[in-house]
């Protein structure tokens, strides 16, 4: 329940995984681990049954390179986001410690991750619209994880400045991953 809060309030739930100090090898492979196997899972399946159905040239391409590399993306992309978020707060007068900046960076994509289960439905408008409520979230994610981890107060400039730039930096790495996945 503490997860479901964490998009929409900078102070339920983040103190209390703040405050519970999980290692960042603990988060990864409890965390990180499980939850980037969804997308490429998914990708897989839907590539290999829905075929032509989902989306013209859907069917040819090789979809167990294109989710191993994937998979391995998105636990580079973890690694290279906490460090990210670590050093685009402490440069803007907030501050934050490695650890959390990595809890953030865990946290940040579990609705993308799962957002993957739509797949299970051979419908493209319908993933491209999960896709876009679950970037939204992972925004809010990242703002109020903010908010919360530097403690800040509610529509703080400076916040907002430091969350714009770490969503900008993810976008780019969401945008890559997805263009290795059509061009591959």
Do not use: K
């Amino acid at each position: 329940m503490t997860v479901i809060s964490l998009p929409f309030s900078r102070r339920s739930g983040w103190r209390e995984l703040q405050q519970r100090q999980p290692p960042i090898p603990l988060l990864a492979w409890v965390v990180v681990l499980p939850m980037s196997l969804i997308p490429p899972l998914m990708l897989y399946y839907a590539g290999t049954h829905y075929g032509n159905d989902f989306a013209p040239g859907f069917a040819d391409r090789s979809w167990r390179h294109i989710t191993t590399i994937l998979f391995l993306a998105e636990l580079l992309t973890f690694f290279v986001m906490g460090w990210l978020i670590h050093s685009i707060a402490n440069s803007r007068e907030l501050s934050i410690s490695y650890h959390d900046a990595y809890l953030l960076a865990a946290m940040a994509p579990l609705p993308l991750w799962s957002s993957a289960l739509v797949l299970f439905v051979p419908s493209l408008l319908l993933n491209a619209l999960a896709v876009l409520v679950a970037l939204g979230i992972s925004c809010s994610l990242i703002y109020h994880g903010l908010q919360a981890l530097c403690r800040r107060e509610g529509n703080d400039i400076v916040a907002m400045s430091a969350t714009y730039t770490v969503i900008a930096c993810g976008i780019l790495a969401w945008g890559l991953l997805m263009a290795v996945v059509w061009a591959y």
